[in-house]
């Protein structure tokens, strides 16, 4: 098991980072290899990718998600791998993003590059997007503030944002979820 870790300085309030960070369909704006991520549900996607001159889909699953404060994930199959991004406010306009990864390579190809750090360059290099990407647009498309698991698990009545009556928390806003409707729109 591999393990890289990774922080930098992005120029935007935290809520900016995290919001945007939560919009996963937009990955493949920033990060170099994935050519798309289908989100399901709040806590599953299936994405493809690139990874060492091969094409592969995998799905992942959120394990744990605070607003402004992480998000963290695992794959559900191979290629193994977990991660989790933390969002730290250095002050009212620029927050920490820290990255923390465990991957395993498969074959003889990944393991070369894992050797050589190209997993970990790449992944560098997709965190320096992703700063690029928030501050040119100096906003997020999207958020979602819910949690994952829900930090009042055993309240049966509802936090605002974070959970409906149903238990289920609510729709992902942004790119492949429609917009919530409001009674009388």
Known sequence: MSTIEYSLDVKVPIRVAYNQWTQFETFPEFMEGVESVKQHTDTR??????IAGVKREFDTEITE???????A?????????AGVVTFHRID???TRVT???????????????????????????????????????????GAWRGSVPPQHAGDTS?????????GTPP????????????PGL
């Open 45 to 50: 996607a299936t994405w493809l990718a690139e």
């Open 65 to 71: 998600q605070h607003p402004d404060e992480r998000v």
């Open 73 to 81: 994930w695992h794959t559900l199959d191979k290629p193994n791998h």
């Open 92 to 94: 009212d306009t620029t």
């Open 99 to 141: 990255l923390q990864m465990e991957y395993d390579p498969e074959g003889f190809v990944e393991t070369a590059g894992d050797w050589l750090q190209i997993v970990r360059m790449r992944v560098q290099g997709d965190l320096r997007r992703f700063k690029d990407y928030i501050e040119t647009r100096g906003s997020e498309t």
């Open 158 to 166: 509802p936090l605002p944002g974070t959970q409906s009556p149903t």
């Open 171 to 182: 729709p992902r806003p942004g790119p492949g979820y429609p917009p919530p409707t409001q």
